[in-house]
């Protein structure tokens, strides 16, 4: 048993604990992996809070004895002390009625001893736990000791004379010091260090390019209440939809909404950078995979570098769930389809919510004058809720699966339940200017990003007379 633990310590030295996250085609591994890694993580970041020089030794043994409990049944570390001395020092006189319960401990080192010896695994299982880590990391305020961690065993790698007896000797055994795996575990912990202590460069400028904008100003326009960015909406009825519409557009009812707020603008690339620099979960990354296609922040060059001179431009190559957890995340929440199309219109029934004299290229950026790119939020003149962009720049995120219409009246509609697309509003400036009417209808799988697809948030009225809740 003593030679197995040291072999996983010097696998899981830089994988960081990831052994429950294994991704395997076995039932018993998928099924430890969700019940023990959670536990796992607090347990590794608490050893390195209190300092502990061999944190990850520390939290295997708890690892270890938690998994032989539950799938072994034992009671006490010493119950396997036959099968390890079977496994690690050739011992054969295993009485016969141990035979089974042996075989089952080889069968869950095995699984542990194939699965992060293998770099694709890996990878995999780091990607998907690592904003898990570094969420308990602020929780348990555990920079500081996490980046001596760090620190150390990168000079380990670096240099073989740096490590600890015994710890070079584990890296040996599972690694050879092969070159290629060795620079993607120091690649790893540089990154980690990165997220947990971004450098002063991306991040000093957050301050200075706060720009004076419509976007959040606080006070009153033309009677429309407006608070740090925020628009008020009233409730009421309006009629949603469009007869004379495409199929998805039909059919026009009256839908009642309790009142509600909306962002004035679309949210840009300062807005969640300052978000980012504060949550390390949904940076470029680290949002987990499973969230996004594989070209989220696409268009940023790091983790906290957005597209340069677009500070104030719509974020873009965000996912459904990225707009989400953002909103989510800052007490707001993404709108109803309900609630985009009644602030859209504000109070107008026109296809482009605008008077008969007034021309589109002046409210919006889409096709016809947009020069093949977005543009700078607020640019183009606001609509009677005094918001901007509702139209055109780029498409926006909602909170409704895509699906047709309900018949008849509806109250504070939210969509239906479950289904397959998430709903997209507004056009981009990609779009004809068919795109753009107000009852157009657009949708996506909610994992997708792309250049032209962004979005605002929306939070309630409070009852209490206070601005949001959530």
Not at 296 to 309: A, M, Q, T
Request: hydrophobic residues 35%; charged residues 30%; proline residues 5%.
């Amino acid at each position: 048993m003593k030679r197995w633990i040291k072999w996983y310590y010097g696998s899981c030295l830089l994988g960081l604990l990831l052994w429950p996250q294994i991704v395997m085609g076995n039932e018993l591994f998928h099924k430890m992996a969700e019940e023990f890694a959670e536990q796992s993580v607090k347990d590794f970041v608490g050893f390195v809070a209190q300092g502990e020089r061999y944190p990850l030794l520390h939290m295997i043994t708890q690892l270890r004895f938690k998994i032989f409990v539950a799938y072994l049944s034992i009671k006490k570390p010493r119950d396997t002390k036959l099968c390890s001395n079977r496994r690690n020092k050739k011992v054969e006189n295993v009485p016969a009625d141990q035979q089974d319960f042996c075989q089952r401990y080889d069968e869950i080192i095995d699984m542990a001893r194939n699965g992060v010896a293998n770099r694709d695994v890996f990878e995999k299982m780091y990607f998907k736990l690592e904003p898990l880590l570094l969420r308990e990391i602020e929780i348990q305020d555990a920079r500081e000791p996490m980046k001596k961690w760090i620190e150390q065993k990168i000079k380990c790698f670096e240099e073989k004379a740096k490590c600890g007896k015994d710890e070079r000797g584990m890296i040996e055994r599972v690694t050879d010091w092969e070159p290629n795996l060795i620079r993607l575990y120091k690649h790893v912990l540089e990154n980690l260090g990165k997220k947990l202590f971004p450098e002063e460069t991306d991040i000093a400028f957050l301050d200075e390019n706060v720009l004076d904008s419509p976007c959040s100003t606080s006070g009153k326009i033309g009677g429309i209440l407006i608070d740090n960015g925020m628009v008020f909406i009233p409730g009421g009825a309006f009629i949603m939809g469009n007869d004379k519409g495409r199929p998805d557009e039909k059919k026009a009812r009256a839908v009642s909404l309790d009142p509600f707020w909306i962002d004035r603008c679309e949210v840009t690339n300062i807005d969640y950078l300052r978000y980012v620099a504060k949550d390390p979960h949904l940076r470029k990354s680290t949002f987990p995979r499973q969230f996004h296609d594989g070209d989220y922040l696409r268009n940023w060059g790091s983790d906290l570098k957005p597209p340069v001179n677009r500070d104030n431009y719509p974020v873009t190559y965000v996912s459904w769930f990225a707009a989400r957890y953002y909103c989510q995340s800052i007490g707001k929440r993404l709108p109803s389809e309900a609630e985009w199309e009644k602030a859209v219109r504000a109070g107008t029934f026109t296809d482009y919510a605008l008077d008969a004299s007034a021309e589109l290229t002046a409210y919006a950026w889409y096709n016809a004058n947009a020069e093949s790119s977005a543009h700078l939020v607020a640019a183009r003149l606001p609509n009677k809720f005094q918001l901007h962009d509702m139209q055109g720049n780029v498409w926006e995120w909602i909170y409704d699966w895509y699906a047709s219409y309900p018949k008849g009246r509806s109250e504070n509609p939210q969509g239906p339940t479950r289904g397959k697309y998430r709903v997209l509003r507004g056009g981009s400036w990609r779009s004809p200017a068919s795109h753009l009417r107000v009852s157009m209808r657009g949708d996506d799988s909610p994992i997708n990003t792309s250049v032209d697809v962004g979005f605002r948030c929306a939070a309630y009225t409070h009852p209490e007379g206070g601005r949001l809740r959530n």
